[in-house]
């Protein structure tokens, strides 16, 4: 019998998902428009945030939060390299320097104990990243933030239902939260993000920046009684949502709890069956993360399994099971490597060594998770390390 491909990911529409967006194609509005608006009322609800501005990309949500804090030449932010290049890129883009605080070895979690350090007068911002979708411990980062006069941008990519003692990520923000609806993310709109913040001063900015500096409301000037006066108050982006990916989001957002339950059963197995086969570990779960998102399943393979984490990403290629490993450091990359000055990065270095994620989507189903655990079991017991 052939086996079947179990891909490390596959997106989870149902008909519902695609009624809305006919619906939507059929109300004569395709750009930004009322579902736009709805589902930032809606997200920013959820979360529990005063204002939600929605983007086509975190990337864009994380870029627009710098610049409405004011972070720019010369200022340094701190961050994580154990990170998607977005996260980065964003602090590069606004001429700041990135500044890498290394990981905690057993969550891939920034280490909120290493980060006062590297606060000097040039510090303007941190960057934390709710990795995997585990909280960072935030109440550390926005003690120093606070001590030192911080802006904190919080990279909640992964950690759309993610709670941090008791309370969602982004709930009564401090500073921006920026979330992604990438195609892979646990809310999944193709491309698209969110901000969201407390703070109407920055969400202003934000709804100007998004749509090249169009003096606000400018979004409706093909609407009823819109009209085609406007101003551009700074030269912006063009990072505004659309009503198509809205329409998408809203269905996504009404399902979160049902596509979650469903992670979560499956992470349940994992563990379960995991935490067995000597030499695996998996992502530490803190106390303070009341709700882990499971966006990935991380499991470090360590010198006591039998083969090394790359001989193990081949052998389950080899039996047509498919797995990632996020992330490749930043800093080890070509763009970044000359931002790595002389901080020891050591934790996230090996982390990167050891990791890798295990196919988990909403719409995968136990027998796959039975079969990629028994065909991990198969190879503990083969002796192929050198
Ligand atoms: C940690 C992290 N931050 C930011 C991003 C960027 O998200 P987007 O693709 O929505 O711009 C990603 C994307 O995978 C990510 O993993």
Not at 100 to 127: H, M, R
Request: glycine share 6%; aromatic share 10%.
């Amino acid at each position: 019998m052939t086996e079947k491909f179990i891909p490390y990911y596959l997106p989870d529409i149902t008909e519902a998902e695609i009624k809305e967006v006919v619906d939507t194609l059929e109300s004569g509005w395709l750009a930004k428009g009322p579902k736009t608006i709805e589902f930032e009322e809606k997200f920013a609800e959820y979360v529990g945030a005063k204002y939600a501005v929605a983007m086509n990309s975190c990337t864009a949500a994380l870029h627009i939060a710098l610049i409405a804090a004011g972070v720019g030449p010369g200022d340094e932010v701190i961050t994580t390299s154990m990170t998607f290049a977005a996260s980065v890129n964003t602090i590069l883009h606004v001429g700041a320097t990135p500044v890498f605080v290394d990981i905690d070895p057993e969550t891939g979690l920034i280490d909120a104990n290493k980060i006062e350090e590297k606060v000097n007068a040039n510090t303007k911002a941190i960057v934390p990243v709710h990795y995997a979708g585990q909280a960072c411990d935030l109440d550390k980062i926005y003690e120093i933030a606070n001590k030192h006069g911080l802006f904190v941008s919080e990279d909640a990519a992964h950690a759309i239902y993610t709670e941090y003692k008791g309370n969602r990520i982004g709930h009564k923000p401090q500073g921006a939260v920026s979330y992604s609806f990438y195609a892979t993310k646990n809310l999944a709109t193709g491309e698209g993000g969110m901000l969201v913040t407390d703070s109407k001063e920055i969400a202003d900015r934000a709804r100007v920046l998004i749509t090249h500096g169009m003096s606000k409301n400018a979004w409706n000037r093909y609407g009823k009684g819109g009209s085609w006066m406007y101003d551009i108050e700074e030269p912006g982006y063009k990072y505004n949502m659309f009503d198509l990916q809205a329409a998408l989001g809203l269905v996504q957002l009404d399902r979160l709890n049902i596509m979650q339950n469903k992670r979560e059963k499956l992470v349940k197995t994992y563990i379960e069956e995991l935490s067995q086969i000597k030499g695996l570990e998996l992502q530490r779960v803190n106390s303070h993360t009341t709700k882990h998102a499971w966006h990935l399943l991380i499991v470090r393979v360590t010198n006591e399994f039998s083969l090394t984490r790359d001989q193990l990403i081949e052998y389950l290629a080899e039996h047509k099971i498919g797995t990632s490993v996020h992330f490749i450091p930043v800093h080890m990359m070509t763009a970044y490597s000359s931002y790595k000055n002389n901080v020891e990065l050591n934790n996230t270095e090996s982390w990167f060594n050891e990791i890798l994620s295990l196919p988990l989507y909403s719409t995968l189903n136990s027998v796959d998770v039975k079969r990629v655990v028994d065909t991990i079991k198969v190879a503990a017991d083969i002796k192929m390390r050198v």
